[in-house]
Nanobody, 114 residues
Framework: QVQLVESGGGLVQPGGSLRLSCATSESIFNFNAIGWFRQASGKQRELVATINVGGQTDYADSVKGRFTISREGANMVFLQMNNLGPEDTAVYYC?????????WGQGAQVAVSS
């Protein structure tokens, strides 16, 4: 079972930026895709962004133009989040998908508030 460890969450003011990191215990190229999901209080978990083994990225409409998913080497995936708003407040989870099997990190809290 792959281990995924998120870091970089925190409290930021509206309009600010954060960069989340996901460190993986296995090569990200062993998976179909690595992604970021988020879950706000009282809401379902939702897809934020994914990057597949070929490097193709996909984003939720709500974050397009503000968030960027990227990878570095074989064990790091990042989510750069700019122009954050209160609606982005959530726990952010790193996800590794291989066929129908999903692995999750423990989550990183992001709070956007003045």
């Amino acid at each position: 079972q792959v281990q995924l460890v998120e870091s970089g969450g925190g409290l930021v003011q509206p309009g600010g930026s954060l960069r989340l990191s996901c460190a993986t215990s296995e090569s990200i190229f062993n998976f179909n895709a690595i992604g970021w999901f988020r879950q706000a209080s009282g809401k379902q978990r939702e897809l934020v962004a994914t990057i597949n083994v070929g490097g193709q990225t996909d984003y939720a409409d709500s974050v397009k133009g503000r968030f960027t998913i990227s990878r570095e080497g074989a064990n790091m995936v990042f989510l750069q989040m700019n122009n954050l708003g209160p609606e982005d407040t959530a726990v952010y989870y790193c996800n590794a998908r291989l066929m129908s099997r999903n692995s999750w990190g423990q989550g990183a809290q992001v709070a956007v508030s003045s």
